[in-house]
């Protein structure tokens, strides 16, 4: 971690507190004046703890449809069959394309 307390932007100077504060404008939409605003007088325990509770709020919703998705084996299953199909497609016109550019006589 960066050695002074202060949460402010500078990629050199504060490397770790900088990658935070890029990472919480992203999830906030606020700029990194905002960010900086925010946090002025505040330690790295309320940035940080801010960070995660708001990464972890982001994610939330990615979390709950990953869980959904475990759940239904049945849709899985069709999905990676379809694509499965879709892939050996491209893969086999790739090949194609690879044995004809290397000279490999086709059967």
Known sequence: TDSD???????????????????????????LEEVTRE?????????KLAVGETVADT???VQNEYHRL?????????IMHVHAEKASQIAW???????????FVTV
Do not use: W
């Open 39 to 47: 946090f002025d007088g505040k330690g790295y325990g309320d940035f």
């Open 93 to 103: 016109r790739t090949l194609s394309k690879v044995r004809k550019k290397v000279g």
């Open 59 to 61: 994610l939330l919703p």
């Open 70 to 78: 475990l759940g239904e084996k049945a849709y899985l299953e069709q």
């Open 5 to 31: 307390m202060a949460v402010y932007h500078n990629r050199e100077e504060k490397p770790g507190v900088s990658n935070l504060m890029e990472i919480y404008s992203c999830a906030t939409g606020k700029s």
